[in-house]
Every structure is written in structure tokens, then in C-alpha cells.
């Protein structure tokens, strides 16, 4: 038996878009939200730099220009509809998040700050803009806090720690959600008119990774079982500034108040690859410039790093060599940075203010995703067939804004300029339609599958898996790829899924099982891995994230387009029109 209830809208995910959602939702129809994690320990807590929109405030810029460089970082597949509204609602959207009790940082004259940040410019004079808002290097957690406050006061119910672990999907019709609550190892049903999926990003394929423990893809693996496809999962964002081996992400703020990155030898090598941006080239550049560097032998001693400098001193000659006026100290540093600067010192026994941090490419964001239209209604097909009922938002969504490459704080904006329209979509979707019937044994499939993983008596460890799997990813699917690299993986990954089979599982209990839900969450990652290497060598190009060491130019003659890919049953991939517009296609030069 399962437990039974019911809500009109029902939200899968706690973090920035899920509450968004759950917010806009619950202002017109009864919503519940539920997360595997605490609300607040949802990874969005973890943004540290900012959140972008062309407020203007600190010198001039216009959503145009928003949308351009969106499009540009994107590797022009970003569909520029989806980017116009994204880049055009970022300005009230961020109001809105003042208006609710966020503490941003504010100018002298009481206006929100805004800083630099990688790709974001003037389009006029080619330089970097103040774009980003930010609240210290906290800002995510401030949205956080923010929406989740918003939410209680707007009696949005919570379910704390309830992990889906499946969809209820009949008819090409979304009618609630299987899930675990994991005090008890109880099953629960929610029938809902409509689900919202905000389950966030699926890192933890790679090994070297900035994501959270829990960003396994639960969401995307069963849309996938679901037969549905993912959109664009060749296009995985490797970050340039993860800590060395640890992967813990270091952001671009840094840069953006004028940290920059050196050599082996000292050599701020930035100015050979984007003559123009320099440090502030967008992330996928950055990331194989670093790369490059440490191919040609200049990794800091001979290996597979190079340095960050925040020294203050170092920061000054830098703008000179700029020419810039800007100068900082010690004090501004600290004071813009404050949470960075402890992560070094933490992690790393350094202090970034008088030596250089080691660092290197950390995977850090899916630009792919479950595919949706503008108001977040998920998509089932290349020709754009809805599944009633069922939306998704957020990092696990595909709309697609960032094409091939996000730029840094549109993340952050698009939680909360997508949420806010799926929610509103969801409440509208709602309130006309009906609770369709659900089968007395909806959840019996899953609870099967548990039970299955609980009972199973062979040989693997699922950490084990995990972490050959983490390997081989950051090998073969890592920044360079190649047909021999990606057909291996697949091989292996296969290979994986086979070894999954015969999971062992030490606890065998009900209440607080970790070891089950985590060997479950393995086959969602197994199954991410998988879609993800058959995509990526499927595109015989390279584009924004997507590196092809043997197919090294951008291919717009027959890779302008969004790929759609199934794997369940027949494994099939598919492929859409980018929507084009104002923007044509050119090369991207930083
Ligand atoms: C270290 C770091 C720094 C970043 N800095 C920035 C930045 O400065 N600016 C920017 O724009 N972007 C930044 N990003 C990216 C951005 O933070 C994320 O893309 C974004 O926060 C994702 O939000 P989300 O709401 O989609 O999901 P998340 O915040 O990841 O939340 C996912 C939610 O889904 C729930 N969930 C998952 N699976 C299940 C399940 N099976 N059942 C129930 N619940 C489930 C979790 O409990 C959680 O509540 C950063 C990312 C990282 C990792």
C-alpha cells in the first residue's frame, strides 16, 4: 500500500526554480512541493557570483545585449525566442526578488551592485559590462532563502526529503508522481493535475565535479524511462576554476573583480587565446585554453594545472597592463569575495591574497535537458507534441537559452524567469482541467524496482561503479572528445549497466536507507552517461562545450539544430531547428 493525496500542482525539486514555480503556482491553485533534500540545501544555495539582467545601474546596457551575448556564449543554439524572454523578464524578474526581501548588494546611491562576469559586455565598445547581481558571493543562497520564506508564507506544502522515483504517465498525460519518503522507506502516490520537474543538474557523471552529492538526473533518467527524449546532452559545461582534485568550484566572480589565470611559468596566457576578453572569455574557451596550456607543457609543474592569482599586487599590474584605472587591495578583496577566499584557505591550507590557487576544469552544468516550450510544458518529440500536464524548469530543463554553452549568472535567471512561467502555466493548466483516474497499483512498478536493488544478492559495490564510471567520463567525455574516446565510453558504460545488475546492498532496511537510495540514483547516472556519449558522437562538429578533436570547426551546414534522444527500448536520436533570429550565426571571436 501507498500512502494517497492530492494536490493541483505539485513540484518536484526545492531549489530556485522549484520554488519559483511552487510560488506562482500556489498563488492561484493548491501546491506541494517535494525534495529529496532539505529546501534550503538544494544546490542553487551553492551560486556564489551572481545573477545577470541589464538593470543599467552601474553604467549603460540593454537586454539586447543580454540577448546577444547569451546567443554568442551559446555558440549560436541557443533558441533566440526562448532567449529574448529570458533576457527581457531577467529585469523584472530580479525587481520581483528584490521586492520579495533579497539583500542585494547596493551601489552608494542604494541601487542594486553589479559586477563583470565572463561574456557579458557592451555590445558597442566590446568590453566587459556590470551585469551581474549579486549579494557577496552568496547570492544563490540568498535567492534561497528568499523564495523559500515566500513559499511558507504562501501556504505551499512541503514534503521534506521525498524522493520521486517515478512518473505516473498515461495517455501522453502526466497525472502525479511515485515517491519514497526516506524516514520511513514508505511509498506515497501524488496525484496532481499538474507536475512541475525542477530537479536540478546531473554532475556527478564526472569525477572532478562542482555539483552536489545529489545531482544524479532522477528526473531526466525517468523521463527517459518514460520513453521520452533529452534534449542536447552532448553540450556539458566544464567550468575553468574548480579547486585542483576536488572540483569545488571557485566562481567567476573572481575574475570578474580581476583575478587572472597564470602558467607554469607565469605567462597570463589568456591574452594568446581571447585577445579581447582575456580571463573573461567564456567558460568553454577558458577551460580549453587551460588545457591547451598544460598540453604544451605549461601546467604548473608539468602537470595537469595551472594557477589562479587574487594577489591583490598582481591584480594591479594586470589593469595597468590594460590599461585600466581600476585598482584593488587586500580589503576590497576580501570583502567581495568572502566565501571564495575561505574555500581556499579551507580546502587548500592557501591564502589567496599572497599565492597563486591551483586549479583546473570541473564539469559543472548541463546546457541539455528534458526539452520544453516557453512556458515550460515538456515536449515529446522533434515536432514539438506536448505531454499534458507535465513541465519542467530549471537546470534539468532544456528551452533552450544556453544552447551550447551558458554563460556565467544565467543560470540564476533562468530559475526564476522560467519558474515563474512554468508556474504560472502550471496554475493556468490546472484550474481547467480534471484529476484524471490513477491505477490502484500506479506505484507498484517502482516499489518493485526497490525492491529488487534491497534484495539483490551479487557481487558490485555501486561506489565502485560510481566511481569507474566518474573516471572513464572524465576520460573520454571530459572536455576533448573523440569518436574512439566516446565509442569506448559507450562500450564501458554498457559494460557498467551490465555490473549493475548484480548490486550488492549492505543495509537492507526500510527507514533512512542511503545505500539503496544512492545505488538507485547509480542507474539514473548510468543512464545520463549513456545518452549523453551517444549524443556527443553523434555531432561530428564542435560548438561551445561540445569539443571534437576530430571534427574541430563548428559545422552550421548540418549542425545547426537540437538533438533529441532516446535510449529506452529502440535507442533513436532526432533533431530539431534552432529558432534563429535577429542574431545570424558568426564566428565567435573574445
Ligand atoms: C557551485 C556552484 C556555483 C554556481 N554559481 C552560479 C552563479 O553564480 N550564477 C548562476 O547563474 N548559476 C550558478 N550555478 C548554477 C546554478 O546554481 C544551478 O544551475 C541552479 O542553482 C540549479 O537550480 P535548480 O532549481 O534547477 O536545481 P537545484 O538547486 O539543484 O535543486 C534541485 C532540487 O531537486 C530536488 N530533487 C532532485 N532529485 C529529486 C528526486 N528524485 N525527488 C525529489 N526531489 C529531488 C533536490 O532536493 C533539490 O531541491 C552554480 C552551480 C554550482 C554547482
Not at 547509480?522 to 545520463?528: D, E, I, R, V, Y
Request: glycine content about 8%.
Amino acid at each position: 500500500m501507498a500512502q494517497y493525496h492530492q494536490f493541483d500542482a505539485l513540484v518536484v525539486g526545492a531549489g530556485g526554480a522549484g520554488l519559483m514555480s511552487a510560488l506562482y503556482a500556489s498563488k492561484a491553485v493548491k501546491t506541494a512541493v517535494i525534495s529529496k533534500l532539505y529546501p534550503t540545501r538544494s544546490h542553487t544555495g551553492t551560486a556564489q557570483g551572481g545573477i545577470a539582467a541589464a538593470l543599467g545601474n552601474m553604467e549603460p546596457d540593454k537586454w539586447e545585449w543580454h540577448a546577444y551575448d547569451t546567443v554568442k556564449g551559446g555558440d549560436f543554439l541557443s533558441d533566440q525566442d526562448a532567449v529574448d524572454i529570458l533576457c527581457r523578464e531577467a529585469i523584472d524578474a530580479v525587481i520581483d526578488l528584490e521586492h520579495m526581501g533579497l539583500p542585494f548588494d547596493r551601489t552608494r546611491e542604494g541601487k542594486i551592485s553589479q559586477r563583470r562576469f565572463g561574456g557579458h559586455t557592451n555590445n558597442e565598445t566590446k568590453q566587459p559590462v556590470m551585469r551581474a547581481c549579486h549579494a557577496a558571493d552568496r547570492t544563490g543562497h540568498m535567492i534561497l532563502q528568499t523564495l523559500y520564506q515566500q513559499c511558507i508564507k504562501n501556504d505551499v506544502r512541503f514534503f521534506d526529503e521525498f524522493q520521486m522515483v517515478d512518473l505516473i504517465i498515461e495517455d501522453n498525460t502526466c497525472r502525479g508522481v511515485v515517491a519514497v519518503e526516506l524516514r520511513t522507506g514508505e511509498m506515497h502516490v501524488f496525484h496532481a493535475k499538474a507536475v512541475m520537474l525542477a530537479t536540478g543538474g546531473f554532475g556527478k557523471m564526472w569525477r572532478i565535479t562542482s555539483n552536489a552529492h545529489s545531482l544524479t538526473g532522477d528526473g531526466p533518467s525517468i523521463i527517459l524511462q518514460h520513453n521520452l527524449p533529452l534534449e542536447d546532452m552532448e553540450f556539458f559545461q566544464f567550468h575553468p576554476t574548480g579547486i585542483y582534485r576536488m572540483g569545488i568550484l571557485l566562481s567567476e566572480a573572481a575574475r570578474g573583480e580581476g583575478a587572472v589565470f597564470i602558467n607554469g611559468k607565469g605567462e597570463r596566457f589568456m591574452t594568446r587565446y581571447a585577445p579581447t576578453m582575456k580571463d573573461l572569455a567564456s567558460r568553454d574557451v577558458c577551460s580549453r585554453s587551460i588545457y591547451k596550456e598544460v598540453r604544451a607543457g605549461n601546467g604548473v609543474n608539468g602537470k595537469d594545472y595551472v594557477y589562479m592569482d587574487f594577489r591583490p599586487d598582481q591584480i594591479n599590474k594586470y589593469f595597468e597592463a590594460d590599461g585600466s584605472p581600476r585598482r584593488v587591495d587586500a580589503a576590497y578583496i576580501e570583502q567581495r569575495l568572502p566565501d571564495i577566499l575561505e574555500f581556499v584557505r579551507v580546502y587548500m591550507g592557501i591564502d589567496p591574497i599572497s599565492e597563486p590557487v591551483p586549479i583546473q576544469p570541473t564539469a559543472h552544468y548541463a546546457m541539455g535537458g528534458i526539452p520544453t516550450d516557453l512556458d515550460a510544458r515538456v515536449l515529446a518529440d522533434e515536432k514539438g507534441t506536448v505531454v499534458n500536464g507535465l513541465f519542467a524548469a530549471g537546470e534539468v530543463a532544456c528551452v533552450s537559452v544556453h544552447g551550447a554553452n551558458r554563460l556565467g549568472t544565467n543560470s540564476l535567471v533562468d530559475l526564476v524567469v522560467y519558474g515563474r512561467r512554468g508556474g504560472v502555466a502550471m496554475a493556468d493548466y490546472a484550474k481547467q482541467a480534471q484529476f484524471l483516474p490513477i491505477a490502484q497499483n500506479a506505484h507498484e512498478a517502482a516499489e518493485a524496482a526497490m525492491n529488487n536493488l534491497r534484495n539483490n544478492h551479487g557481487k558490485e559495490k555501486a561506489g565502485q561503479i560510481r566511481k569507474d564510471l566518474q573516471m572513464h567520463m572524465d576520460e573520454n567525455v571530459g572536455v576533448f572528445r573523440t569518436r574512439a574516446g566516446l565509442e569506448m565510453a559507450i562500450e564501458e558504460i554498457h559494460g557498467y549497466q551490465a555490473r549493475y545488475k548484480n548490486l550488492h546492498i549492505d543495509d537492507t532496511g526500510l527507514r533512512w536507507n542511503t545505500d539503496l537510495m544512492e545505488a538507485w540514483e547509480l542507474g539514473n547516472l548510468l543512464s545520463l552517461a549513456e545518452v549523453t556519449a551517444i549524443s556527443a558522437l553523434a555531432r561530428t562538429e564542435s560548438r561551445g562545450a561540445h569539443y571534437r578533436e576530430d571534427y574541430p570547426n563548428r559545422d552550421d551546414q548540418n549542425f545547426l539544430k537540437h538533438s533529441l534522444t532516446w535510449t529506452n527500448g529502440q535507442q533513436r536520436i532526432a533533431y530539431k531547428p534552432v529558432h534563429m533570429g535577429r542574431y545570424e550565426p558568426t564566428e565567435r571571436k573574445y
